[in-house]
């Protein structure tokens, strides 16, 4: 007998990769089910060979569903990820709302899968950050062999991490440069097409923006408290894909080739690194695809034991999708829950 998959936000940017990402991988459910607002109640969307009509969150009773992976955002998931926990389903949450909740393991399977135990406190388990997910990826197989202590991190953030609203926005601008209509900035605060904006989220008190301060939040809790991290964050002119340009200073002395020997064998981490033309991975290249990508691997002479990279990932599948279908993949391979229907039976 198989689980019971509920996705809240499922006619969202994350919430339909999790859809296609828990068909194409085979997740063993026996009932998928999808949730959004009732703007969106009967819209099909698609799982594997079927599609599914869309319910509404506000009516459907979570009592016999196992698993609930939430992505419509924080303030939906403040007010429902606790009741749906409540009635013993494990929500796996795409929002900031819970990161950083002490009772509330923030996950990337690759680097802490063992956090995932303690989901049991309130029954719910967070994604990190998009940026941060295919960051702290590349990050964790270095750390453990060379010790990081400080990262700088500039990244170049596509606009499918605001949601399906801003792509329609690039798209609707763009197309506007080329008919001379009047462009408009509706979800980001100036022009983005044929530019790029150096805010993502609010800004803070001391300068930097929220989604800066996630990654330097989000690093330390999932990966090494010690780490010392500041970060940039730029949404630039891409429908999917995150990139990143990182500098890393590390403990012991380290090599291009050490570090690049490491990242080959690493979970997750695909290493294209050839030092000619187009011998390096692109956000375009990585749409679409689950591993995240290092390229231009070098030393950094400036600091003692540093090393450069370029890390590009799909923000939709590692940075979210994928993610939180791999945390239900280790609750269930770890067999931290059980199937309702099983038990009832
Ligand atoms: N995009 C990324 O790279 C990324 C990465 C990590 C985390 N996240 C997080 O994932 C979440 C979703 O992001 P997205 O990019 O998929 O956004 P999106 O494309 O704008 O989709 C939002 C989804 O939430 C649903 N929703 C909104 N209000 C709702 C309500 N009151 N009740 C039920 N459903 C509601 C929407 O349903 P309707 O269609 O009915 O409005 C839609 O399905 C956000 O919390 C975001 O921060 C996104």
Request: a negative charge.
């Amino acid at each position: 007998m198989g689980y019971k998959v509920a996705v809240v936000g499922a006619t969202g940017n994350v919430g339909r990769e999790m859809l296609d990402i828990l068909a194409e991988r085979g997740f063993p459910a026996d009932e998928v089910v999808a949730l959004a607002s009732s703007r969106s109640i009967g819209t099909e969307v698609s799982f594997g060979d079927k599609t599914l009509k869309t319910k509404v969150l506000e009516h459907y009773d979570f009592s016999d569903t196992d698993i609930c992976l939430m992505s419509a955002g924080g303030a939906v998931s403040k007010e429902w990820s606790p009741k749906i926990g409540a009635q013993g389903c494990v929500v796996i949450d795409n929002s900031s709302s819970w990161r950083m909740d002490p009772d509330v393991p923030l996950v990337v399977p690759e680097v802490n899968a063992d956090a995932v135990a303690g989901f049991t406190k309130k029954n719910i388990i967070a994604n990190p950050n998009c940026s941060t997910a295919q960051l702290v990826v590349a990050l964790k197989p270095l750390h453990d062999a060379f010790g990081i202590q400080r990262v700088v991190v500039s990244t170049y953030q596509s606009v499918s991490g605001a949601g399906k609203d801003a792509m329609d926005e690039l798209f609707s601008q763009t197309r506007a440069v080329f008919v001379t209509d009047p462009i408009e900035p509706k979800k980001f605060p100036k022009r983005i097409a044929f530019n790029l904006i150096p805010q993502i989220d609010v800004f803070m008190e001391d300068g930097f923006t929220k989604e800066e301060w996630k990654m330097m939040a989000e690093t330390k809790k999932i990966l090494d408290p010690k780490i010392k991290l500041t970060a940039t964050c730029v949404r630039v002119p891409v429908f999917i894909a995150h990139s990143e340009a990182v500098n890393i200073e590390f403990e012991k002395p380290v090599t291009a080739d050490e570090a690049r020997d490491i990242l080959r064998e690493a979970p997750g981490c695909l290493v294209i690194d050839k030092r000619e033309p187009g011998g390096y991975i692109t956000p375009y290249e990585a749409a679409g695809e689950d591993a995240t990508y290092i390229s231009r691997i070098r030393e950094d002479a400036t600091v003692e034991n540093g090393i450069a990279m370029w890390i590009v990932s799909d923000n939709l599948r590692k940075g979210a999708a994928l993610n939180a279908v791999q945390i239900a993949e280790v609750l269930v391979n770890r067999k931290l829950i059980q199937p309702k229907a099983a038990k009832a039976a």
